[in-house]
């Protein structure tokens, strides 16, 4: 069964304070990990699909990473519209749907 | 880029009654098409996977009697929740997949709060 687990839960930092969000997964044959944003109420916006190990993509301040274990979402500078929940899922195994973690909840204090 | 629109966003409903929601691929074709549902503070749960023309694949512990899905088109998906409960009451989310994209993108829809009283 694909699992997927993300750490912190909850994340305070101060605006331009760097830091890290994690993702650990276990599935078979991955196909796709995804990294997306949700405001509350709101559905999830897509920010990231990385495909194999090694494999790394940025957009503004954030950059994402992929190992055979694991995802990090680096987050540089952040401003206060950067608060939202992070949300990692992957598509392996036979699923065609996609498998989510519960998220970080990132909060930027000015 | 790739838009899913949703409707309702929120509706409230009496118990026992219907509910339908509709989602709707705006600028691309979906082959398939997504249902997930969301609990406060829990991770978003698959709840079925539809196809153009084909009947819906529900997940595991999922009522399909009670979850109707229909994919009548490439580009519109519906769930109707029959007969519904206050356990019922959550955030639904729907999820698309263009056909024409390699990355097999998933875009997602607003979402649409249910509330069953």
């Known amino acids: 069964e694909d699992q997927v687990t993300q750490s912190p839960e909850a994340l305070r930092l101060q605006e331009g304070e760097s830091s890290s969000l994690n993702c650990s997964y276990t599935?078979?044959?991955?196909?796709?990990l995804f990294w997306y944003r949700q405001d509350p109420g709101k559905g999830p916006e897509f920010l990231f699909t990385?495909?194999?190990a090694g494999e790394e993509k940025e957009k503004e301040r954030l950059k994402a990473t992929l190992t055979k274990k694991e995802s990090f979402l680096h987050i540089t500078a952040p401003k206060p519209e950067d608060s939202a929940t992070y949300l990692c899922a992957v598509w392996g195994g036979g699923a065609d749907g996609l498998t989510f973690g519960k998220g970080t909840h990132l909060i930027i204090q000015p | 880029g790739a838009v899913v629109s949703q409707h309702p966003s929120w509706v409230i409903c009496k118990s026992g009654t219907s509910v339908k929601i509709e989602c709707r691929s705006l600028?691309?074709?979906?082959?398939?098409m997504f249902w997930y549902r969301q609990f406060p503070k829990q991770s978003l749960m698959l709840m079925a996977t539809s196809n153009e023309g084909s009947k819906a694949t529900y997940e595991q512990g999922v009522e399909k009697d009670k979850f109707l899905i229909n994919h009548a088109s490439l580009t519109l998906s519906t769930l109707t929740v029959t007969s519904a409960h206050p356990e019922d009451s959550s955030f639904y989310i729907c999820?698309?997949?263009?056909?024409?994209?390699?990355?097999?993108?998933?875009?997602f829809g607003s979402g649409t709060r249910l509330t069953v009283v």
């Open positions: 599935v078979s044959g991955l196909r796709g």
């Open positions: 990385l495909y194999s």
């Open positions: 999820s698309a997949r263009d056909r024409g994209q390699r990355a097999y993108g998933y875009t």
């Open positions: 600028d691309f074709q979906a082959t398939t």
